[in-house]
């Protein structure tokens, strides 16, 4: 590639807007623009380097027995109905109609669209297990993109689903993925961690996130240095049975109520009529606090808070007459995600009603809560439940904790999915039986991001070997001196000839500037032809990530960096 007829346009200033590193470097080196508020178009550059991730996975995910096929985007309004996840899964969903008015939506995730699939075809036992991914644009409607490719509302996932007979079968597929996403992710030159994680709005019991470590993290992770225990802060807090230090602020009127177990004696006690308590939503710092808002509005179809409703059965009442009122299906319902629960009200705030906090356990309640003072209104897993210093629960060495980017998550979904979607085989004795089934995601533009968010100095990226979008660039210092030219020229065709991935820098530029847009775009190598060195029939190399420069014979060049 020649640098004078790349796509690549860097800049010089940082974008107001970019608040992470990774955001900023991607923007100044001309590989990312902003098409609209979370939807990105990834540049040339960028898109050679999401390419080479995507190869990574995909390698890994096919000799893991997985096979790639590729999913519709849009997906009918019925599959999601089925589910259940139409009435729960919230704003996040990018919906739409067609033409008749017929309700659709953007694919955020496939399970439903995969387990009717995989309904439809799959009879035996003999064809499980089945392991099917795709790589593929997803659609979220963030509350808050941001962070670049981060947290976008457009963004390109590899999400796979495992099918098998039984439990076993199901633990042998994790056990592959955990390995695969090992691999995917050290090959991708990262530093991360495997943590327990709470399973969230997909559901099932079992789940880890991969985390990257990275102090612009959205997530904290709890670890132990000597042995694996790992956790992402909420499981910890669980897990460790932590309550956050909570200090009542004063003009909250601390209420003892004889019985919140009805929405009757809900509303009676926070003095709203019924009609106007239809949207409940609850808050949970940890297993045993637990607020509700209550609202105005008669929304109960676009209930924002996902699984997260689970929490108000299961803390306020277990009542079916809640389960109504807030128009989720009954299977939905149940011990899922109910550990840490945080909630997004900020632009729900003029409706509020009235907002309670209070102990997850009878006669004790908190009226005047006030979000955002009282408590974190962000999505954001950013409380710190568990201090680093207390005790490992496996070795009682001191726990540390880190930030972290979530740039995968694996889960034991179980029968959840293949019992609402009807995922049925016959075993070896003629019965039916239902899938036992996993999901597995990598987010490719994040583990991008977050490769940069490790890999940067104050000159710009410095790229991981096998991710890099070139590994090297030649940089001849004169663009009029014809003898460099010609030299930077041959070396160029060498290096490619030996399926070295190389630029030549042959634009009408100052060195100085092809000097900075070398070193802000991240070539792991670059290499001056400039007039001293090549007297001696020399070349500059310089390796980015240590920044030393060796002068080395031209031939040379080429044996070196292969
Ligand atoms: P988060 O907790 O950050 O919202 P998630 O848990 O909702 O992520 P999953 O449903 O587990 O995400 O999706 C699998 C992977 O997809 C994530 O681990 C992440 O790498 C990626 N991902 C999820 N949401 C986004 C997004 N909005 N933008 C970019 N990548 C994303
Ligand atoms: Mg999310
Ligand atoms: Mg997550
Ligand atoms: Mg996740």
Redesign the pocket.
């Known amino acids: 590639m020649k640098a004078s007829q790349m796509f690549a346009p860097t800049l010089r200033e940082v974008p107001a807007e970019a608040e992470i590193v990774s955001h900023q470097l991607l923007m100044r080196s001309g590989m990312l623009r902003k098409t609209a508020s979370?939807v990105y178009t990834y540049m040339p550059l960028a898109w050679r380097t999401m390419k080479k991730i995507m190869d990574i996975i995909r390698e890994e995910m096919d000799a893991a027995g997985c096979q790639e096929l590729m999913l519709p985007i849009v997906h009918p309004a019925e599959l999601w109905q089925q589910s259940g996840r139409w009435q729960v899964y919230g704003d996040e969903l990018w919906r739409l109609k067609d033409r008749h008015g017929r309700d659709f939506c953007l694919g955020?995730?496939h399970e439903e669209v995969i387990t009717d699939l995989v309904s439809g075809d799959v009879k035996s036992y003999k064809q499980l297990p089945l392991r099917l991914y795709q790589i593929q644009n997803?659609y979220?409607d963030?509350r808050r993109?941001r962070f670049g490719?981060?947290?976008?509302?457009e963004?390109i996932?590899k999400?796979m689903y495992s099918f098998d007979r039984d439990e076993e079968g199901l633990d042998e597929s994790y056990r592959l993925m955990h390995q695969a996403y090992t691999n995917i992710f050290t090959r991708c030159g990262l530093d991360f961690r495997p943590v327990a994680a709470d399973s969230?709005?997909?559901g099932g019991d079992t789940s880890q996130?991969?985390m990257v470590l990275a102090e612009s993290g959205?997530?904290g992770i709890i670890y132990c240095s000597s042995c694996t225990y790992a956790a992402s802060t909420e499981i910890a807090a669980a897990y460790l049975d932590k309550t956050p230090s909570q200090e009542i602020p004063e003009d909250l009127e601390e209420v003892y109520t004889p019985d919140c177990k009805t929405m009757e004696a809900l509303t009676a006690f926070l003095g709203v009529p019924l009609e106007k308590t239809l949207k409940t939503l609850c808050y949970m710092a940890d297993e045993k606090f637990v607020m509700v808002l209550l609202r105005g509005d008669r929304m109960v179809n676009e209930i924002k808070v996902k699984n997260r409703i689970g929490c108000l059965e299961l803390n306020m009442a277990g009542d079916e007459e809640i389960r109504q009122h807030l128009g989720s299906p009954a299977g939905y319902l149940g011990p899922v995600g109910v550990k840490n629960i945080r909630i997004i009200v900020d632009q729900e705030v003029p409706y509020l009603a009235n907002l309670v906090g209070g102990a997850n356990k009878d006669q004790y309640h908190l009226r005047n809560v006030n979000p955002g003072r009282d408590f974190p209104i962000d999505?954001v897993?950013d409380v710190r439940l568990v201090e680093a210093g207390e005790l490992c629960p496996q070795c009682q060495q001191e726990l540390a904790f880190a930030r972290g980017?979530?740039?995968?998550?694996i889960?034991k979904l179980g029968t959840k999915y293949s019992e609402s979607m009807g995922a049925k085989y016959l075993d070896d004795n003629g019965k039916e039986q239902l899938m036992v089934m996993g999901c597995y995601?990598?987010?490719v533009?994040?583990?991008m991001a977050a490769a940069i968010e490790q890999n940067h100095d104050q000159d710009g990226i410095v790229w991981p070997l096998a991710i890099a979008p070139y590994h090297v660039v030649v940089v001849p210092v004169s663009d009029k001196d014809p003898d460099q030219m010609a030299a930077a020229e041959k070396l160029y065709q060498e290096l490619t000839r030996a399926r070295v991935e190389a630029v030549l820098d042959d634009r009408k530029e100052r060195p100085g500037v092809k000097f900075k847009d070398a070193d802000l775009i991240g070539y792991p190598f670059r290499v001056t032809i400039g007039p001293k060195a090549l007297a001696e029939g020399k070349g500059e190399v310089k390796l980015r990530s240590v920044g030393k420069v060796e002068m080395v014979a031209l031939d040379e060049i080429v044996p070196l960096i292969l």
């Open positions: 979370g955020p995730t997803k979220r963030e993109p490719l981060m947290r976008g509302r963004f996932m999400d969230g709005a997909i996130e991969f959205e997530a999505d897993a980017i979530e740039a995968g998550q889960f995601g990598i987010g533009g994040r583990t």
